[in-house]
């Protein structure tokens, strides 16, 4: 294939090459008729398929299934079932002519004020990477390609288009890279697609650090990478540093700067080969599974978008009034009830196939009961006082009251940030009014993040957080209220008390064109853990109408040398009298590190189904890097010897069962650590700073003047001693396999002696 694809690019003119980088339309690549290069189709996603037909004001949507949005589908944690919704939209791909799938969308939560959160999967990078993994696995599993998005740090909206993110070194490895790294190297997407922002400095179209050297040459991505629409500022400068794809065509200018770059020599004709090298085999790879002209089973699919509707529900709260039965009156409050608010808005809007209203849902799950609705509130900011007085009333003669509460499109959305976590002041008057009237009341939350809750949460008898979810959600809903579905979603987020407890809250959203991720490591439970902050809902939590004890976990080994893993095993019952599913939690603990570390971290988890009275024996298998931090000198990932606590529970706050195991061998001991602090008693001797000064001018091959032992001598040391460190030298010349030698002399002669035969 890839001598295939050599012949054809030589048979290729340097304007056909140029031309294959840019978009031919909105949606399509450009074809090349007489090599038989076929045009390839791509379309948003990534809870639906948004295939568009016509162009410009007469763009129309065809209609295709909507699926529950990220936030819900990362809540199941169920990486099968978001596998078997990858093959359902491709499948949907396949009639409607799509050759790749927008999508998804792996970007940390950093601030629940983000409004495109809807379209993320977690806080943490663990359970997003794995997510996206089984949901890219499926897609591809039928001919169909992805776009992993959006590369990378696009965790806001406030603009977003020119924003720098400010991030260390190591939380960007750990946390903002590492869903995205898991993705790329286990379930290898067609497509990467590239962030408007920039990094550090450099705008992401042009960010060579990321796309080149770590996507492609790191981490091995074979795919194209691709421009998200409008974010390439300058196209050669775009090509160099990685970029393949631009996004959205045509660009007649774009191509001829490429030409104009090649002939003038400012592009090496090599590098516009590679980028076309890389499109031609995807578009190749898409060509070779024929689509259009087919159907797809939309009621099927409907089916299954209610399934992983009721699987990643969380039913917060429950004094025992769920689930629903003999009630024969319900009040249903709530325009949600009769509007379903199932998707966010932006360039992920999906023109539904069904939609189901919760209403109606509702009466067909209990026929015999009477229900009577009230709006409550309306769809804008205003204050109506009539709507609440009429939706109290109405709760008070009935049974129970159901308040669906949807957070409007006006305070959620792609494009802007939220400025607060709160609902409409309707919203909580009606909530409070209702319940105060009527105690056994339910609020079910369409919303794509976390809300705040504390000015009614203790009035209410239960809580269903439903999120933004999917064209049948409201199916799911009447399932799990009246006890169809034994409720098992789990938050992939936490839910704060306020704001300003969030993580980012002090660094939000940037000024002067800069984000500073200032809590580097800490987002999410990692931050509060740290800080002992007591949370509303913590990451992990969801309750369930039956109740689950673990017990009597062991561990494959208690000790295991580096680049080993283990397998973490432990019993589970299910203790009630319903059959439910149990999200199994497994969470590492690093007793003693050289760099600071989170209290804990998420490295495995599992999802299981169990009768009543029944036990299963889990298995999490725990790889060697759930064990290692990145460290910056080294440029690698880091394990160090000693006690790892594993934590095993059903959320970063409710451990259940702990294990004690003990990491040995390491190469890479507390070492460098101790090794610099040497160098730097040589550089303290006058002969040090001198020998080191000869050292780098043999290095670098020129002299270093003024290196001597005064005070000004060292310091000129300790500065070439950083440098040292910033060229990665000690990493690459591995001292620590031979220890180092015990005069400064000896060192420099070892130093020169491994460079050289490097």
Known sequence: MTQNLKDLIA??????????????????????????????????????????????????????????????????????????????????????????????????????????????????????????????????????????????????????FSIDAQINERPLREI??????????????????????????????????????????????????????????????????????????????????????????????AALDEAVERILRVVFKAAATPKGGMSFDDLAHHRLAAEVAAQGMVLLKNDGLLPLGGQKSLAVIGRAAQEAHFQGGGSSHIHPTHVSIPLEALQARCPGAHLRYAEGYPADDSSHPDLIAEAAAIAATADAALLFIALPDWKESESYDRTDLDLTAQQVALIQAVCAAQPRSVVILNNGSS???????????????????????????????????????????????????????????????????????????????????????????????????????????????????????????????????????LYVHDAEASLHRPEKELKGFAKIKLQPGETQTVAIALDWRAFTFWHPTYQDWVGEDGEFELLIGASSADIRQRLSVTLENCHLRPSLLNEESTVREWLADPRGADIFAEFFAALQGEALANMGGDEEGQGMGMNMLDLLMDMRVLSALHFVEDGLPDTPENVIASLLARVQAA
Not at 135 to 150: A, C, D, M, P
Not at 188 to 199: D, F, G, L, Q, S
């Open 11 to 160: 048979q290729l003119t340097l304007e056909e090459k140029a031309s294959l980088c840019v978009g031919d339309s909105n949606w399509t690549t450009p074809s090349v008729p007489r090599l038989n290069i076929p045009a390839m189709r791509v379309a948003d996603g990534p809870h639906g398929v948004r295939r568009t037909v016509g162009s410009g004001s007469g763009e129309e949507t065809l209609p295709a299934t909507c699926f529950p949005t990220a936030s819900l589908l990362a809540s199941t944690w169920d990486p099968d079932l978001i596998r078997r919704v990858g093959e359902a939209l491709a499948e949907e791909c396949l009639a409607l002519g799509v050759d790749v799938l927008l999508g998804p969308g792996v970007n940390m939560k950093r601030s629940p004020l983000c409004g495109r959160n809807f379209e993320y999967f977690s806080e943490d990078p663990f359970l997003a990477g794995e997510i996206a993994s089984a949901w890219i696995e499926g897609v591809q599993s039928r001919g169909v390609g992805t776009s992993l998005k959006h590369f990378a740090a696009n965790n806001q909206e406030f603009q977003r």
């Open 176 to 269: 903002y890279l590492a869903a995205f790294e898991k993705a790329v190297k286990t379930a290898h997407p067609w497509t990467v697609m590239h962030a408007y922002n920039k990094v550090n400095g450099k705008l992401m179209s042009e960010n060579d650090d990321l796309l080149r050297h770590i996507l492609k040459e790191e981490w091995g991505f074979e795919g194209l990478v691709v421009s998200d629409w409008g974010a390439v500022r300058d196209r050669v400068k775009s090509l160099l540093a990685g970029t393949d794809l631009e996004m959205p065509g045509p660009k007649p200018r774009r191509v001829r700067a490429l030409v104009d770059a090649v002939r003038s020599g400012a592009l090496a004709e």
């Open 451 to 585: 809300v705040a809750m504390g000015e009614w949460l203790d009035q209410a008898a239960a809580v269903l957080e439903a999120w933004m979810m999917g064209q049948a959600g409201a199916e799911a809903v009447a399932d799990i209220l009246f006890g169809v579905v034994n409720p098992s979603g789990r938050l992939s987020e936490t839910f704060p008390l306020g704001l300003e407890d969030t993580p980012a809250y002090l660094s939000w959203p940037g000024e002067l064109g800069r984000a500073s991720y200032d809590e580097g490591l800490y987002i999410g439970y990692r931050w509060y853990d740290a800080r002992r902050m007591a949370v509303r809902f913590p990451f992990g939590f969801g309750l369930s109408y039956t109740q689950f004890t673990y017990s009597n976990a062991r561990a494959s080994k208690t000790s295991f040398n580096e680049g080993e893993g283990l397998t973490v095993f432990v019993d589970v019952t299910n203790t009630g009298s319903l059959a439910g599913c149990e999200v199994v939690q």
